[in-house]
């Protein structure tokens, strides 16, 4: 049964940290899907919730984002020759993780 009055006696287990994904994760629960967020709320895993949601969009991200690289000819050489094109096929291979990310994990 959970303590509904806390007298003070009992410590308070740090929060986990919440990165962009997690935040993400919060406000799309908070505005899209009231039940499951004062569901998590409730039960006061929301934080675990949001910091496993954003560990494993990081983790995705780390995975997807050097196929996407390579499929886009994004190589060291292109790199050294020509700077600028390599930051741009590389910002747009990370666009294209973030929207395949949001789709698979966050807005779920």
């Known amino acids: 049964m959970r303590i509904l009055i806390d007298n003070g006696n009992t410590p308070t287990a740090p929060r986990p940290y ?4 997690g935040r993400l994760r919060k406000a799309y629960l908070e505005q899209y899907r009231p039940d499951l967020y004062t569901a998590l709320v409730a039960s ?5 919730h949001c910091a496993e949601i954003d ?11 050097p196929g996407l690289a390579k499929s886009a000819r994004a190589t060291e050489a292109l790199k050294a020759a020509d700077p600028m094109k390599w930051v741009g096929l590389m910002n747009a291979c990370k666009a294209q993780a973030e929207e ?4 698979e994990l966050i807005y779920v």
């Open 18 to 21: 919440i990165g962009h994904y």
């Open 44 to 48: 006061e895993k929301l934080h675990e």
């Open 55 to 65: 560990e494993a969009a990081r983790s995705r991200l780390d995975l997807i984002v």
């Open 100 to 103: 395949i990310i949001r789709y």
